[in-house]
C-alpha cells in the first residue's frame, strides 16, 4: 500500500489519494509528539480542559460539512453521519468536566502512620489505530481521555477514511491541539516498527482481530500496554414476556445502523419459541420497508457498503451459510444500478458451527435462532469467541438482571439496544478485545501508578 485512498462507495468515484508517510516525516512526528507530551503533562487539567471546550465548539459549528464528507468517503446515511459527529462532542464534554476528580491524588494513613498517596500520571505518546466505520467518534473517544491525561496520541486513520481523519486533525490544530494529536498516514510494517520505537509508550486499536492480534503482539514483544476493541456477534435475546412494541420499535435499527457496519450492532437474533412466529412475521414486515439508495438523501435507510471487499467477503459468507443448511429468510432487492450495495438480509435455521454462526457478519444480514428456554437462550449468547455487548427484552427486570450477570460481554443492556456512552467504560471479553475505553477507566488506561510513602 502505497496510498490511502478516499472513493465514495455510492458512486464508486475516487475521491482523493494521499501518500504514506516517508521515514523522515514519522521520525519527525515521533519526536514532535515526545517533545510535545514533555510540555503537555505540566499544563493543568483546566488548561487542557479550556481546550477540549474548544474542540467541542468547533465540531458542533463544523458537524454538517464533517457529516457529509464521511457519507461520501464510507456511504452511512448523512442522518447517521450528523448523530456520530455531534456524539463526539459528548466525550469533549464529560472528560472536561470530570478528568480532574478522576484524576484526583488519593491520600490514605498507613497502619504504621506512614501518609501514602497514589498517584496517576501519564504514560507518554500513545498510538491510535482507528477503522473507517465511525471515522470520527472512534478517534475523539479514544484521544480526548488520553490527552487529558497528560499523554499525546498519534493517529493512525483506516486506509479508505482520510479525509475525515484530516478534517478532524484540522479541528484539533484551530483547537490549539497540534502537536498533541497528530495524523499519520502509515502502512502496517511502519505501524509495526514504531510501536517498537522507544518513545510510544503505548497502544490502543479498535478493528479486526487479525488487526488486533497483530497490534498486541508487537506491543507484547516490547513490553508495552495496549488496548484492544475489536469485533463482536452481540445477541439480542427476546424472552417470552418481552413488550413487542417496544422490541420492535428497536431491532431493526440495532442490526441495519451504520449500514449494518458496527462492532456493537445486534447480530444474533434469539427469540424465545412461544413469540417466535408474531416476532418473525413483524421483522420480515419491519425490514422490507428499509429503503437503499443515495445515503445523502434523508429517506434513506441503508446505503452502500464502504467498500467493494467487504460486500464480497459478506455475499460469501451468507452464500456458504446457506450451503451449509440455513434459510434465507427474506432478502431485500438492489435496484441500484452502481455502489457497494448488499441487501437487507435475514437467515434462519443457522446449523451449529456454520459460518454464520461462528464468524462476525459486518453488513445488513440477521442472524435468526429460536430457542425453547431462557435457558437456552442464555447458552446460546455465550456460545462464542466474541463478547463485545449484548441486550436482552423482557417485562421482569429482576430477571433481566440475572440472566445479564450470567451473559458473557463486556456490557449488557436490558430493553435498549447496545450502545456506547462516554460517561462508562465500554470494551470487550474474549476474542473482542481487552481493556476500557471511556468512563473512568478509559482515562485511567492510560496513566501510570505511583504510590508515594511518607
Not at 69 to 88: D, F, H, P, Y
Not at 96 to 106: D, F, K, N, Q, Y
Request: contains cysteine.
Amino acid at each position: 500500500m502505497h496510498y490511502f485512498t478516499s472513493f465514495n462507495p455510492y458512486t464508486l468515484t475516487e475521491l482523493a489519494q494521499y501518500p504514506i508517510a516517508t521515514a523522515a516525516e514519522i521520525e519527525q512526528l515521533i519526536s514532535y509528539a515526545d517533545d510535545a507530551q514533555k510540555s503537555w503533562k505540566k499544563t493543568t487539567i483546566l488548561h487542557r480542559a479550556t481546550l477540549i471546550l474548544r474542540l467541542a465548539k468547533l465540531i458542533e459549528t463544523h458537524h454538517e460539512e464533517l457529516a457529509k464528507i464521511a457519507t461520501l468517503e464510507m456511504g452511512k446515511t448523512l442522518t447517521e453521519s450528523k448523530l456520530e459527529v455531534l456524539k463526539c462532542i459528548t466525550a469533549c464534554e464529560y472528560y472536561a468536566a470530570h478528568t480532574e476528580r478522576i484524576l484526583e491524588p488519593e491520600i490514605t494513613q498507613h497502619t504504621d502512620g506512614r501518609e501514602v498517596t497514589t498517584l496517576l500520571e501519564p504514560m507518554g505518546v500513545v498510538m491510535g489505530i482507528f477503522p473507517w466505520n465511525f471515522p470520527y467518534w472512534q478517534i475523539i473517544r479514544s484521544a480526548i481521555p488520553v490527552i487529558m491525561g497528560g499523554n499525546t496520541m498519534i493517529v493512525k486513520p483506516a486506509p479508505n477514511t482520510p479525509q475525515c481523519a484530516l478534517a478532524l486533525q484540522e479541528l484539533f490544530d484551530k483547537s490549539e491541539l497540534n502537536g498533541i494529536v497528530q495524523t499519520l498516514f502509515a502502512n502496517e510494517a511502519q505501524i509495526a516498527s514504531m510501536i517498537g520505537d522507544a518513545r510510544i509508550k503505548a497502544t490502543t486499536l479498535t478493528g479486526s482481530e487479525k488487526a488486533g492480534s497483530a497490534v498486541a503482539s508487537a506491543a507484547a514483544m516490547h513490553i508495552k500496554k495496549s488496548v484492544l476493541e475489536l469485533g463482536g456477534s452481540d445477541p439480542f435475546i427476546v424472552l417470552k414476556d418481552a413488550d413487542l412494541d417496544l422490541v420492535m420499535d428497536n431491532a431493526v435499527s440495532a442490526r441495519f445502523q451504520n449500514n449494518g457496519q458496527s462492532c456493537i450492532a445486534s447480530k444474533r437474533y434469539i427469540i424465545h419459541k412461544d413469540i417466535a412466529t408474531v416476532f418473525t412475521q413483524r421483522l420480515i414486515a419491519a425490514v422490507s420497508k428499509l429503503k437503499m439508495g443515495d445515503p445523502l438523501l434523508p429517506e434513506i435507510h441503508i446505503g452502500p457498503m464502504a467498500r467493494a471487499d467487504l460486500k464480497e467477503k459478506l455475499a460469501k459468507q451468507v452464500q456458504q451459510t446457506i450451503e451449509e443448511g440455513a434459510q434465507l429468510l427474506f432478502q431485500g432487492e438492489v435496484t441500484e444500478p452502481t455502489g457497494c450495495f448488499y441487501p437487507p438480509t435475514i437467515l434462519s435455521s443457522i446449523p451449529k458451527g456454520s459460518v454464520a454462526y461462528r464468524e462476525e457478519l459486518f453488513g445488513p444480514v440477521l442472524a435468526l435462532y429460536i430457542v425453547q428456554s431462557d435457558e437456552e437462550a442464555i447458552a446460546l449468547a455465550n456460545d462464542t469467541e466474541f463478547g463485545l455487548g449484548a441486550s436482552i427484552w423482557t417485562q421482569n427486570i429482576e430477571k433481566a438482571k440475572e440472566l445479564a450477570r450470567l451473559i458473557e460481554s463486556g456490557q449488557v443492556f436490558v430493553n435498549a439496544v447496545t450502545r456506547s456512552n462516554t460517561a462508562f467504560p465500554f470494551g470487550g471479553v474474549k476474542k473482542s478485545g481487552f481493556g476500557r475505553e471511556m468512563g473512568i477507566q478509559g482515562l485511567k488506561e492510560f496513566c501510570t501508578i505511583k504510590t508515594i510513602w511518607v
